[in-house]
């Protein structure tokens, strides 16, 4: 089976721009969820999608959001990008308890 | 909110030589993950823990999902050079997906 894929692999963008990232989970993998990583901070949760619904959602400001189309496939958007959003984002889909993580986008703000 | 303490932060060791590194939580999880990530890549999966007591082990890898539900252990016997990277412990509550991360521990193996 594939694995995670998460699209672009790299980013730069400029404050005050909006981004989207994209992922495709492993085939029958309804379960995606979304993860900022920085060296400060480590690995933080930001919202799981379950079958196009947001489950979860973890302490990020409304700028962070994301969807789930009905291939499960998901999407994240952060707008109004600020420098502190430079950052590892992952994207992990599991079938039960356990997760698999993407390659992760690499987004740069300028 | 949860916190998850990983500790070492860092290992410096030989090759040849066993690892232990493990993590303490302040709440209870009902499933335990280490992951290992090599530099600008998503964390892979090592090995998942899913019941208090089970001790489980992949290749040279054995994990521990502790009797209180807080914590953890991995060991890596017999460390080889590609085993350098990060380490995180992962804690699963029952509802939903959302994963807690230790802050990591970085081993670096000398040939």
């Known amino acids: 089976k594939a694995g995670v894929t998460q699209t672009p692999r790299y980013l730069i963008k400029t404050r005050g721009q909006q981004v989207t990232l994209s992922c495709s989970p492993i085939s029958g993998h309804r379960s995606v969820s979304w993860y900022q990583q920085t060296p400060g901070q480590g690995l933080q949760f930001l919202f799981e999608y379950f079958s196009e619904t947001q489950r979860n959602k973890g302490n990020f400001p409304g700028r962070f959001s994301g969807r789930q189309f009905s291939n499960s496939r998901s999407e994240m958007n952060v707008s109004t990008l600020e420098l502190g959003d430079s950052a590892l984002y992952l994207c992990?889909?599991?079938?039960?308890?356990?997760?698999?993580f993407g390659p992760g986008t690499r987004l740069t703000v300028l | 909110g949860q916190q998850l303490n990983q500790s070492p932060q860092s290992m410096f060791i030989q090759e040849g030589e066993d690892v232990s590194m493990n993590c303490t939580s302040s709440?209870?999880?009902?499933?335990w993950l280490w992951y290992k990530q090599d530099p600008g890549e998503g964390p892979v999966l090592l090995i998942a823990?899913?019941?208090?007591?089970e001790l489980t082990s992949n290749g040279r890898l054995t994990a521990q999902f502790g009797i209180t539900r807080k914590d953890s252990f991995l060991n890596i016997s017999a460390s080889i050079p590609s085993d350098v990277g990060i380490y995180f412990c992962?804690?699963?509550?029952?509802?939903?997906?959302?994963?807690?991360f230790g802050e990591g521990t970085q081993l670096t193996v000398n040939p």
């Open positions: 823990l899913y019941k208090a007591g």
């Open positions: 992990a889909s599991s079938l039960s308890d356990t997760q698999y």
């Open positions: 992962a804690g699963k509550e029952t509802s939903g997906s959302r994963l807690t």
């Open positions: 709440s209870i999880f009902n499933t």
